[in-house]
Each structure stands twice: as C-alpha cells, then as structure tokens.
C-alpha cells in the first residue's frame, strides 16, 4: 500500500507469500519486498504521478533457510542488504543482484533485520532475535538515508 500526500492509498500489489521487509531504491522508484515463505525478493517499478506499477519481477531467489528473507537495507550506491530469518545470515547484492557480501553472525541464526547507523553511515546494524543481539559490522558505502533521518 502506498499513502499518497492527500491522504488517498493506492493498493500497489496483492496476494505475496508472507510480505515482510520492504525498502526504496534510491531514485525512489523501484520498491523491492522479502517475500518471506517464496525466499524471494522482489521488485516493483512504481510508475510516476501514482499511475500505478509497472512489469514485477524477481530480483532475488534465494536457497536454504528455514524462514526466508526478512529485513532489508539499501545503501547510496544502490546495494540491498537482505537478512535471512534462521540462517544466521545478511547478503548485500549489487544492483544487477550479485552477491557482494555474505555477514555471518557471531551470536545465533535468528537474524531479522538490518539498518545503516553511526554519523558516517557506513555501520550496519543486523538484529539477531535468539539472543537480543544487536550486531555491527562497517561497511565501505554508507547506507541510503530514510525519511526518518531527513
């Protein structure tokens, strides 16, 4: 669902094997989704002035896990970090979907989530659930700012 700034919301797509994080590239036009029980993820082309979505695709299938994709972070150059639920394990791909990066956690493999923090931006913060653990590990491209951080 998008909120449009009169107020109005717009269904952007429907029936997704358990939606769960969801960020925006950084042109703000692509919104990428973990489609938790598919172990995908996926990519939605919103077309400007609200006139809907354009042609869904997959940008992501993953293998293993006993969950599936979770949290997901998107860095300034374009990389999105994905956390797998139960495999103790964050991925950052390039744009084209190239895996650049495989994080293991240290504390246990209920990792959920991730976001960019510290005053550079370059630390990414993965939550890990089993043990209420925050991770860090720094990063050479410091994660795209969100709205809240305007």
């Not at 994905?82 to 246990?108: D, H, N, Q």
């Not at 931006?121 to 925050?134: D, M, R, Y």
Request: a negative charge.
């Amino acid at each position: 669902m998008r909120v449009r700034a009169t107020g109005e919301i717009d269904v952007l797509f429907e029936g997704l094997e358990g939606p769960n994080g969801l960020v925006l590239n950084r042109q703000e036009n692509i919104l990428y989704v973990s489609v938790t029980r598919a172990n995908r993820v996926i990519s939605i082309p919103l077309l400007p002035d609200y006139q809907g979505v354009g042609k869904c695709g997959i940008y992501i299938q993953l293998s293993g896990s006993p969950n599936g994709p979770d949290g997901l972070a998107m860095d300034e150059a374009g990389n999105l970090t994905v956390v797998i639920a139960g495999f103790g394990t964050a991925w950052v791909f390039t744009p084209l979907g190239e895996p650049m990066y495989r994080i293991k956690s240290c504390a246990g493999m209920s990792t959920t989530d991730a976001a960019y923090g510290d005053a550079d931006g370059k630390t990414l913060l993965i939550t890990e659930a089993e043990h209420g653990a925050i991770l860090k590990v720094r990063l050479p491209v410091a994660g795209k700012r969100m709205f809240s951080q305007l």
